[in-house]
Structures are given as C-alpha cells and as structure tokens.
C-alpha cells in the first residue's frame, strides 16, 4: 500500500481560532485525506494525503482561506481599499449612515430608510450570511451562525437599524482581530525573512548567484561586507565581525576567523568572508528555529485546552439560555417582541469569540518575541510551565562557569621568567589545564624557549630540560616529593584549592621555583543572574555537578546558590532532580543539552545553553538558550510569568464583559448595539492585553 505524503502549506486569511478548528474538520471529511493539522499560530496546515491546493481552498471557502506553498515567500501586502472585506465594510457603513439619516428625516420603519438598512446588511454581512446558512443547514453552532440568528431575527421584528449596526459593528471586529492576528504572527515572518533567497558561490572559478535551495554542502560561499550568510558553514578565509542578533539574540557582533562556525541569516558587517557549506538549507538553525516555533505555536498549553473544552459546552449553553429569555416571560404575559429581541441579543453577547481566542493570541505573542531574544520556547505548555517553577538546578561546567581552564594566579620570585620556562614545557602537552598555561603566556606575550628531553609523566605532570636547568611541572604532592615547599606556600596552595582552584608546582634541578593555579571561571554573569532570578521569586538555586565538592561548594558559595550536590554521574543528576520535584513540585534544569540529557528531560523544563548549531541542544531541551547567555533566564522567566498573569486576565475579560452584559436582561436592558459591544469589547481587550507582551525585553 503507497504511503500517503505529507504537504505543508501557508494560509492567508486565517484570523479566528473557531474557523481554524472548523477548517481542519473540513479537510479531515475530503476523500483523499487521511489527517490534517491547522496550527492557527503560524497560519499554517498539515495535510497527510492527495488534497490539492484548490481542494484544500474549498474546504477553507466558508472565510475565503487562502492556500500558498510553504517555501513561497511572503507576497506583497494588499493596499487596504483593495482587500475585499474592506471595501464591502466601508461600502456597508456608507448605506448605514445615510439609512441613519434617512430614519431620523422620516422615521425608522420608511420604507427607504428599511430598503438603505437591507442593503448595509447585504452588503456587510453577505460572507457571514453565507458561512452562517451553511452551519446552520449541517446544525454547526459557531459564532457566525449565532451572528445570523440574530440579524435574521432583529429583521422579523423590524429592528433594521439595530440589524444593520450589528453587522457593521461585527465586521470592523473581525478586521481589528485579523490585524491583530498577523501582528502576533510576525515573528515568524520575520524570521523567514532572515535569510537570504539567494547567495553568491564559486563554482569551477567563477562567482555564481543561485538560489539558496540549490546551495550543496561543501559549496563555497562568498560573503562580501555589508551582506547576510545565506548558509550554516564554517569560515575557510577571512576575518569579519558578524551579527548574530537574529538567531542568538547577542547585542555585540561576534569576530569569526579560520575554522569558526557561521549561521545563516546572520549579518557579515565588516570584512569578505569565504564559508564552506556544512548544512543544506532546510536543516540550517534558522531553518530549525522556524520549525521549532511553528510546532510550538501549535502545541496547546493547559489554559488553551481548558478554553477549547469549555467553549465546546458554552455555545450550546448560549443557545438554549436565549431561548428560555425569548419564551419564558412571554408564557407568563410578558411582550413577546420584547423578550425575542433580548434573546436575539443573548446570542450575540454570547459570541464565543473573545474566548476562543483569549489564549493563543497571548501564547503565539510570548513564543515570537522568545524566539527574537534568542530564546526558543518549545510549545505553550513549557511557557506556563517556566511561570509557576519553584526551584532551578544548573549544571556547573560551561553552565554557571566558562567551560574552559583559565589561570588565576601566577606566584614566583621573577613571575614572567617562571612563566616562559614553564611555558615551554607545557607547550608539549595535551592536557587541558596545560594549554590554559600556554594560551596565559601567549597573551602575556611571552615567548617559549626550546627544550630537550621532553617527558609526560602519567598521573603527576611533565618535565624537560630547559636553558640547561631540569624543570618538572605537575601536582602538589608530585612536586613537593622531589622538592623543598614552603608550610607558607601549601598553606596559600591549599587556600586556592578550596576556592576551586587546580594548583601546578614547578622545580628546577630539585628546586622549588613557583606555582601556577587554574580554574573554570565564573560567568561575569552568573552571580547577577541568580541574583535576578532571586528577586523573580525562585527561592531554591541548586547546583548539580561531577566536580569535586570543596570545588563545587566554593563556587556556590561565590555564587549565593541555597544548594550543592557533587561528583554526580549523569544518572545521579536524574536522581536529583526527581528528589527536587518530589520537595519543590516544578523544577527546571538548565545544562549543555547533551552530557545532561537524562536530567533535561526529568526536569518539568529542560533549559539547554547554547542551543545555536548544537541539535543536541535543541532536540532535547523544552527549551534553548540560543546565544549561550544565562542572563535569558530572568528574561524568560519574567516573560512566562507575564503571559501567564495576561492569559488569566483575557479569560476573566472574555468571561466578565459577557456576564455584565448578560445580567442587563434582568432591567431588560440589553440591545443588539450593547451586545454587539461587549463581544467586540472583549475581543480587543483580550488582542490588545495579549499583544503588551511583545513589549517584554531582556
């Protein structure tokens, strides 16, 4: 049996989340499809079978959906008076104003005044009379078949301008919410307008301009200043500072050189740049970013699940409550045009729009501006998730430090003669805190010395004769069996060794010459980092390592951290964070991404740093700090909090304005124009709350 494909396409039009669910059934009930998926975040939809383009629009006809392929670029943006919709609102108002005036010259049952109101309604309401007949022949109740209900119903008991108002009113409200939609939406279009279409490339030794889908791994990039990078590769010639803002969220160019790593959509500023290809263009991290978004825009939080079961029951729970307000009264000897209006009116304040809307909108705006910060949120689910967190575990090495040895005191008689003898002999040897000495010395600008007799001595060091003298270099207890040290410098040696320091002592011909300490560096950025998040309400800092622990408690002590564990394996750090989970209930872990994974993935949030080119990094973790900036933390933090505190908001707005406006039936003092005003009301409240967190920045 052939296995049935699975086509991505971009949508135009999609504004309201009650058509997007209604679309996805539409595509699911086409003959050929097996399964489709409408992510009404991205404007996007996934189809598994052989649904053509057309096939796919006439399933979305109910709201002229339109369907373009996923690689096609944004198309021009339409003037306003040419958009349909628009011109047929603007054209509805006209007939509306002057049906207004009509009434008040003559009066509001005028014939002409009647006939100006009929066609404002025609004109305005013509797609959502349409959608609206179709719903209500297949007994589909959404907010556009209570919409005709009503205005069928204002007409019946000659409420013209009322009905005419309403449409008028309806129509500027799906505008503003579309407009508000694309705007929440822009991240990501701003996102896939990062990278280049084309790029210029050698080939057989001439330079070449080709679209970047045609772009090999190994092609060679030629990236003059002042041009992005079409490609993820590697430099092969050049030097060049290069704005990595767009996929890290780093304030300050980066300087890149022979053999570093470059992303597409990154901005090469100051010199030409030659880059090898290492990546095609749907597997580049943008590419992944845009991916990643998209699909997280789509994963539905917990508050989005609540608002989508409770609107299942609310519509019909709407319907049947107008219909007890337009019969009850009238059968105890109440008007019954009266109670009919008000019912009418019930169905139109009780529009489940505002409500269906009230979370996505906030969460596909707090995942867009993330994304822009460098910060990749992997679905609306771990966004609530970071808000309510309790406790954060971080892993030391490359986490809450630099990752990489660096010296931190240098103590002889003559420190720079000291420094080049010992330099000389570490120049020969591979291990880590070895290079540290040598890359210390290069930036001191010392120059080495040749040496005879090199040796590496497992477990305790190296020696070497140097300048005639035999120099040894190594550990503590290594140096002091061969040489006399001081209970002064032990006494200062072990003082650096339990702040976190590795000592190395060096003698000569059985002389004690000096000593040279190195350490993984604390980030500049992590005690203000903690600090901030300590004032976000994080009371429990844990640090889980497999350094030793007289290392690991000094750094947590600098860092002000509640908690320490040490000389974890990586099973032991899932041990951990189980234990904190069971104390704390929500516990993020913050790691690399890959010697952390069992971790990560225990966590209720999994934070990985440096998620920019480390797929590690960003397959793991719920979510990736892409610029390797701890400093994103707080930010992220503040911003779930923030969407958190605004979605609780939009549902009390969505819900309040409507209870009000219900409770106006008891004084019988609901209208259509009332009713129409608070479903609009609560939608723009609801857009215009959930649109304040694109303002949220580090």
């Known amino acids: 049996m052939e296995k049935a494909v699975k086509q991505e396409y971009r949508l135009e039009n999609l504004s309201c989340a009650s058509c997007a669910m209604k679309f996805e059934n539409n595509i699911k009930n086409l003959p050929q499809v097996e399964d489709a998926t409408v992510n009404f975040g991205a404007s996007k939809v996934s189809v598994i079978g052989k649904a053509t383009v057309e096939d796919i629009e006439k399933a979305g006809a109910f709201d002229g959906i339109k369907v373009t392929t996923v690689k096609q670029r944004q198309q021009e943006t339409v003037p306003f008076f040419k958009r349909k919709e628009n011109v047929l609102t603007v054209t509805s108002f006209v007939f509306l104003v002057i049906g207004i005036i009509a009434s008040f010259t003559y009066e509001e049952s005028h014939p002409l005044a009647v006939a100006l109101f009929i066609i404002s309604i025609a004109v305005g309401g013509f797609d959502l009379f349409r959608a609206g007949f179709v719903n209500l022949s297949r007994f589909s109740f959404d907010m556009k078949t209570l919409m005709t209900i009503a205005i069928i119903g204002a007409a019946i008991i000659g409420e013209w301008r ?63 200043p002042g041009q992005k990078i079409a490609m993820d590769g590697v430099v092969l010639k050049g030097i060049s500072a290069v704005n990595q803002a767009p996929i890290t969220g780093e304030s300050v160019p980066v300087m890149k050189s022979i053999d570093d790593e470059v992303f597409a959509g990154t901005l090469n500023e100051e010199g030409s740049l030659e880059v090898k290809v290492t990546k095609r263009v749907e597997d580049t991290t943008i590419a992944k970013i845009i991916h990643l978004v998209e699909e997280a825009q789509a994963e539905k939080a917990p508050s989005q699940k609540f608002v989508d079961k409770f609107a299942k029951y609310y519509t019909p729970a709407i319907i049947i409550i107008a219909i007890l307000v337009a019969i009850l009264p009238p059968l105890f000897g109440a008007d019954w045009q009266t109670w009919i209006y008000q019912g009418l009116a019930v169905l139109v304040v009780g529009c489940p729009c505002a409500l269906v809307v009230s979370t996505p909108v906030a969460i596909v705006t707090a995942i867009g501006n993330a994304a822009k910060q460098g910060v990749l949120i992997k679905g609306g689910l771990h966004l609530e998730e970071i808000g309510r967190l309790q406790a954060i575990a971080f892993d030391k090495t490359g986490t809450l430090t630099k990752g990489y040895p660096e010296v931190t005191d240098v103590d002889a008689i003559t420190p720079n003669e000291f420094l080049q003898k010992v330099m000389s002999i570490e120049t020969y040897s591979q291990h880590p805190l070895a290079q540290a000495i040598v890359k210390y010395g290069a930036k001191e600008h010392i120059q080495r010395e040749e040496i005879e007799q090199f040796q590496s001595v497992t477990g305790k060091g190296a020696e070497g004769v140097v300048d005639g003298a035999k120099w040894a270099v190594g550990s503590v207890s290594w140096i002091s069996s061969i040489s006399t040290v001081s209970l002064e410098v032990l006494t200062k040696i072990e003082q650096l060794q339990t702040e976190g320091n590795t000592v190395m002592l060096a003698s000569a011909d059985g002389v004690y010459q000096g000593y040279i300490a190195v350490a993984d560096p604390i980030r500049p950025t992590s005690k203000n980092v903690l600090e901030k998040l300590r004032k976000a309400g994080i009371q429990h800092t844990v640090m889980l390592t497999g350094d030793d622990k007289r290392t690991a408690s000094a750094i947590a002590e600098k860092l002000g951290m509640t908690d320490v564990e040490a000389g974890l394996m990586p099973e032991q750090k899932l041990s951990a964070i189980k234990i904190l989970k069971e104390k704390y209930g929500t516990v993020a872990m913050v790691g690399d991404g890959v010697n952390d994974s069992p971790a990560l993935a225990a966590a209720t949030v999994g934070i990985a740093m440096g998620g920019a080119g480390t797929d590690a990094a960003l397959e793991t973790a719920d979510v990736a700090l892409m610029g390797d900036d701890l400093e994103k933390l707080p930010y992220t933090i503040r911003l779930s909090r923030k969407a958190l505190h605004i979605i609780k908001e939009n549902i009390m707005f969505a819900l309040g304005l409507k209870i009000i406006a219900l409770l106006l039936i008891i004084p019988g003092w609901l209208t259509l124009w009332i009713a129409i005003f608070a479903d609009m009301g609560a939608t723009l409240l609801v857009v215009l709350n959930s649109l304040r967190l694109i303002k949220i920045n580090k």
């Open 162 to 224: 009322e009905g005419a108002v309403v449409v008028f009113l309806f129509a500027i409200s799906e505008a503003l919410e579309a407009f508000s939609m694309n705007k929440a939406r822009q991240s990501i279009s701003q996102l896939m307008d990062i990278a280049p279409p084309t790029a210029t490339i050698r080939k057989n030794g001439k330079l070449v301009e080709v679209d970047t889908d045609f772009i090999q791994i190994n092609d060679v990039l030629i990236v003059k």
